[in-house]
Nanobody, 114 residues
Framework: QVQFVESGGGLVQPGGSLRLSCAVSGINFKMSPVSWYRQAPGKQREFVARVTGSGITDYIDPVIGRFIISRDYAKNTVYLQMNSLKIEDTAVYYC????????WGQGTQVTVSS
């Protein structure tokens, strides 16, 4: 059974930091790219960052220099370190591989507010 389980969200003030975790099971983790996505209220889900099986990363422009995606092969876990958070980063954050519909989890809520 394939599972992507997100955790680590919360309420943080602008300028603060959070680290999200994505626990992955049921796929070949070492070979699979894993991405973070987010969906803000009233908006479509959007891609945020990706790390390939070999560790190559890419990001959307608004998070470059603030977010870092990484993966732990021993723990089958992908992280998203989010620094200098802005109000517009508020969203439910999800992880997936290649945005496969059946693999979407519950997500983790990130709220940036003063």
């Amino acid at each position: 059974q394939v599972q992507f389980v997100e955790s680590g969200g919360g309420l943080v003030q602008p300028g603060g930091s959070l680290r999200l975790s994505c626990a992955v099971s049921g796929i070949n983790f070492k070979m699979s790219p894993v991405s973070w996505y987010r969906q803000a209220p009233g908006k479509q889900r959007e891609f945020v960052a990706r790390v390939t099986g070999s560790g190559i990363t890419d990001y959307i422009d608004p998070v470059i220099g603030r977010f870092i995606i990484s993966r732990d092969y021993a723990k089958n876990t992908v992280y998203l370190q989010m620094n200098s958070l802005k109000i517009e980063d508020t969203a439910v954050y999800y992880c997936n591989t290649n945005a496969i519909e059946a693999y979407w989890g519950q997500g983790t809520q990130v709220t940036v507010s003063s």
